[in-house]
């Protein structure tokens, strides 16, 4: 996978970047190609997010997370709402990450 030049980029730039990248490599396969119809959304989520979301493989699941997702209600998901889920899971791993940390070291 070739990224454009983002050598110079810190470590965060190139995370902002390749979440724009990984949307558009799944928005632009059918439909609009700046958002994700259902069959675009359900491919990112089992592709790139499947570790964290195991049960979006089934169809409900995905429904759920569409809706969920697709705060003006165009029936697609467009970055803004993407963003959301992302930063919404970033959250979580977050808590996670810190309530792991605050776990006391020496227990076996
Ligand atoms: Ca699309
Ligand atoms: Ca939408």
């Known amino acids: 996978?070739?990224?454009?030049?983002?050598?110079?980029?810190?470590?965060?730039e190139n995370a902002m970047q390749l979440m724009i990248q990984t949307?558009?490599?799944?928005?632009?396969?059918?439909?609009d190609k700046y958002t994700l119809s259902k069959a675009e959304l359900k491919e990112l989520l089992t592709t790139e997010l499947g570790n964290y979301l195991g049960s979006a493989q089934d169809k409900e699941a995905v429904e759920k997370v569409m809706k969920d997702l697709d705060s003006n209600?165009?029936?697609?998901?467009?970055?803004?709402?993407?963003?959301?889920?992302?930063?919404a899971l970033t959250v979580?791993?977050?808590?996670f990450f810190l309530e792991y940390n605050d776990k006391p070291e020496k227990k076996k």
């Open 73 to 87: 209600n165009d029936g697609e998901v467009d970055f803004t709402e993407f963003i959301i889920l992302v930063g």
């Open 23 to 31: 949307f558009h490599k799944y928005s632009g396969n059918e439909g």
């Open 92 to 95: 979580a791993c977050n808590d």
């Open 1 to 12: 996978m070739s990224l454009p030049k983002s050598e110079n980029g810190s470590t965060l």
